[in-house]
T-cell receptor
Framework: ETGVTQTPRHLVMGMTNKKSLKCEQH?????MYWYKQSAKKPLELMFV???????ENNSVPSRFSPECPNSSHLFLHLHTLQPEDSALYLC?????????????????FGPGTRLTVL | KQEVTQIPAALSVPEGENLVLNCSFT??????LQWFRQDPGKGLTSLLL?????REQTSGRLNASLDKSSGRSTLYIAASQPGDSATYLC??????????FGTGTRLQVFP
């Protein structure tokens, strides 16, 4: 257990559905991340939040909508997805660095949500 | 744009063998390099972190080296065990909060 939990672990949805992925961290970190892992592709950073503020949007389509109500919770709201969005979605958290920004030194990952879009 | 490549993509070895996983990156201006392990159905676990000023890090049977100028890192696993079977990911970071990952090496160690 890394202290980062994700629900649901598996999700199957149609292209017209609306669903949400949830991530919760119990590590006292202030930075949280969403990553996408597709088959045979590198892990891709999607969003970064630091102290509840979004600091990075890596050109992610608007059908993915993140929400960070507090430093412990991160959501990814999904609507009108495409089959190519099927992937493993990983959440991570980290402490902030000396400069107050997120740090790459110690990111803790959750187990992921396996998403299938039909 | 930083790109990270891992070779081989898959590796199958008998128990007890020493093995080397390779990682290369195109931009040598990195802040650090990490090796992660990913088990099926689970997230990533950080194995070793090498700061840009370091040459290697060791943890148990694992040893990771970094040659920043040539854009290469290796992960050496000594006396491999079936429990080492997993996907191993290499990731580098520049001066931002981003980790850039390779596609991974899927390792199977059979008894």
């Amino acid at each position: 257990e890394t202290g980062v939990t994700q629900t649901p672990r598996h999700l199957v949805m149609g292209m017209t559905n609306k669903k949400s992925l949830k991530c919760e961290q119990h590590l006292g970190h202030n930075a949280m991340y969403w990553y996408k892992q597709s088959a045979k592709k590198p892990l891709e950073l999607m969003f970064v939040y630091n102290f509840k503020e979004q600091t990075e949007n890596n050109s992610v389509p608007s059908r993915f909508s993140p929400e960070c109500p507090n430093s412990s919770h991160l959501f990814l709201h999904l609507h009108t997805l495409q089959p190519e969005d099927s992937a493993l979605y990983l959440c991570a958290s980290s402490p902030t660095g000396l400069a107050g920004g997120p740090t790459t030194d110690t990111q803790y990952f959750g187990p992921g949500t396996r998403l299938t879009v039909l | 744009k930083q790109e990270v490549t891992q070779i081989p993509a898959a590796l199958s070895v008998p128990e007890g063998e020493n093995l080397v996983l390779n990682c290369s990156f195109t931009d040598s201006a990195i802040y650090n390099l990490q090796w992660f392990r990913q088990d099926p159905g689970k997230g990533l676990t950080s194995l070793l972190l090498i700061q840009s000023s370091q040459r290697e890090q060791t943890s148990g049977r694992l040893n990771a080296s970094l040659d920043k100028s040539s854009g290469r890192s290796t992960l050496y696993i000594a006396a491999s065990q079936p429990g080492d079977s997993a996907t191993y990911l290499c990731a580098v970071s520049g001066n931002t909060d981003k980790l850039i990952f390779g596609t991974g090496t899927r390792l199977q160690v059979f008894p």
